[in-house]
């Protein structure tokens, strides 16, 4: 079975599966149809993480393919006379890392999939020539997203119609990102790093005001890793490291939440969000004060994930008030409006998988597009804090903090669920409270994920607005609003909250079910 | 090709020819601003460019830039993202632009109102805008698809505006040059 967020992507997993490729072939058969399906989430230009599970070895393991600093990065790249230029680290050649993707999926490819790379990117080159008809949530981005595009692409790009946005039935193609992958298979995909692709990408960076240099490609290399391990009653999580705080925050809600009655408080009760919220203020707190890049600083992750601290946070949150302060060091109080990113999941019929969430950050990353190449460059050093004195500042070869969270969820040894989701800052915010709903309120994994959904986060110690999807009943949101939260309704199925994608096996039935999220364009399928 | 529907108190038409003559007429020069910061606004700069208008873009204009201008061209539809990117919440921005439609009316200068996001630039916050701000129109042009359940029909109905339905974003190019007088 495969899920992501586009069918085309889906498909293109299937067929490689039925070719007698396993789950890592048929995820990177994804990976790069998604790039041309979905190109303003994730592609070539951008990074990201994968955990597999290695079924005959009943091992797991995690590919950290996160992109990193070019060498001439520095803690105040992003401050002109102490004032934070928020245009240099979004839309700007200082704004592009060192992308990882390539070199992460080749890695996994080589080490753990069956297939060459021709074979697994026969559907990215379809999809690219044939184009796909464009649909309503990809309509909405490029609107979204026009001004970067105009500015970086310019009005001829072909992620332009005519120069103006897509309308929902258009059809995008894309035959430069077609000539581009036809490049990877007949020059290596290390032309990417250190051939005339390589060449493309820094003259567009440098056009654009950066400061990456070609050795900054040649050094990029994924890292393999082992997986970040959490309990939450009968089931053990699987997920990533630092630097990406989402699997790390995940883990550490579950330990809090596992203090609480919330299947008695009921989904979506009052006293839930309420709780919940206040923990994810905790969290945040902690995410500003802790999380950087795990080669450079101290991540004090057994103490933040052990039953004292949660034991802690769960005693400090009262029913019935806020917190006056949230305890935290540094100042980090941007990336909150991000919808960005993608995931996919794939099982095999032997029982592998790949839990895979990947990203340019913003949609339509950088809008950066090496001259004739026909992918995105993200913004993914916007991920950093513009404040030299933060944990998470600039730095060579650093890797910026991540709120990405790719799982896999077993019970009693088994795998159960796989999950990860889009959505910036409430990745992890999400992936918990879907989590909770199959747990602990019974829910399908279909209602688990379209459930309503809420986030908030703390800043410079103090509690911010509660977004809420509008589908919360009013009379919780009075309550909510008694006990002193701020409330700030979304829409009913918000994107802003992410659109998580997700495998759940079910060993009574002996089936598994797909779940995909409609708030983007998710889709599922198996044989 | 684009589809027209010109609504008045009385009448519907539909009239896919020389339309110039029936529709309202707009000076230059033309000042676009957002009602709700959404990006649809640049959509609106580039057709008014391509239209050969003599216009400024200002996202976040206020009251004072609207000193030269015989035309107030308003891009209806909100953006969380765009908003948080200009630092505004959504009551400041309904602020500013009432304010400034306040002042365009006191000044006599014309007002056009513009959706052209589509489907996708509906919702309740959207929604909120249109209905405050499009009565303060002398013309609205709308994306078809924006208008699917008829809220722009029924607002320019009871408010005698001359509504016009474009199928896509870039139909709304010949429209722009239509009515605008030539300096």
Redesign the interface.
Known sequence: MVVAAHPEAVKAGLSTLKKGGNAVDAAIATAFALNAAEPFASGIGGGGFMVIFLAKEKRATVINFREKAPAKANPSMYLDKENVQDIWRKSHGLAVAVPGSLAGWAYALEKYGTMKLEKVLESGIQIAERGIPVSQTFSQINKDEYEKILQNAGESSVYLHDGLPYEPGDVYRNPELAKTFKRLISHGWQDFYDGQIAQEIIEAIQRSGGIMKLEDLAQYSPIEQSPLEGIYKDYTIYTIQPPSSGGLHIIQLLNIISHWPVRDWGFNSTQYIHHLSEAFRFIFADKARFLGDPDFIEIPIEQLLSEDYASQIASRILPGHLQETYPYRTFDKNQIEKENTTHLGVIDSQGNIVSLTQSINDFFGSGIVPEGCGFLLNNEMADFSPHPDSVNSPGPYKRPVSSMGPLILFKKDLPFLVLGSPGGTRIFTSLTQIIINVIEFGMSLDEAIEAPRFFTYSSEGAAKSLFVESRIPPNILRSLEEIGHIIDVREAYDKYFGGAQGILIDRNRNILIGGADSRRDGSGAGY | MFLMILISALSICFISGNIAESLPRFEQPVLITSAGQ???V??GG??AKRAGLLATLSKNATRQELKDNKTLALVIGV????L??AGLDLDQEKTRVKELLEEAQRKGIRVLCLHL?????R???SDQMIQIFLPYAQMVIV?K?GNKDGLFTKICEDKNIPLLEVN???EAQKPLKDIFTQN
């Open positions: 959404s990006a649809d640049q959509i580039v057709l953006s969380m993202k765009g948080g990117a996001g589509g489907e996708s630039r919702g309740e916050l994306v698809s896509r974003a870039s």
